[in-house]
């Protein structure tokens, strides 16, 4: 049973940084792309960053230069490392996995088969 658990989520204020994690199990074969979401309170899931099984990434604009995901294959997880963090980043953040060929690209949530539960972050000026 495939299975997406992410952690690391908090309160910080603006300029902080928080590191989000997302440990996967139960995959029989690596995920194809693995993603960050966000969804903020009366506003639709976006996506915020994506790292393919090579290690190449694509960004959201709004999270370039001060967000970075990564992945540890060997420990099946997922980060992604907030720096800079602004009050418009607050949101609930979302884990996904995509089993089989797409292209990478900034996170869209019809190219993802998996999703955690998500983890909140709120961001005070």
């Known amino acids: 049973q495939v299975q997406l658990g992410e952690s690391g989520g908090g309160s910080v204020q603006a300029g902080g940084s928080l590191r989000l994690s997302c440990a996967a199990s139960?995959?029989?074969?690596?995920?194809?792309?693995m993603g960050w979401f966000r969804q903020a309170p009366g506003k639709e899931r976006e996506g915020v960053a994506a790292?393919?099984?090579?290690?190449?990434?694509s960004y959201a604009n709004s999270v370039k230069g001060r967000f970075t995901i990564f992945r540890d294959g060997a420990n099946n997880t997922l980060y992604l490392e907030m720096n800079g963090l602004k009050p418009e980043d607050t949101a609930l953040y979302y884990c996904?996995?995509?089993?089989?060929?797409?292209?990478?690209?900034?996170?869209?949530?019809?190219?993802?088969?998996?999703w955690g539960q998500g983890t909140q972050v709120t961001v005070s000026s």
């Open positions: 790292i393919g099984k090579g290690g190449a990434t």
């Open positions: 996904a996995a995509r089993i089989g060929w797409a292209i990478l690209r900034t996170p869209v949530v019809d190219d993802y088969n998996y």
């Open positions: 139960g995959f029989t074969s690596t995920p194809y792309l």
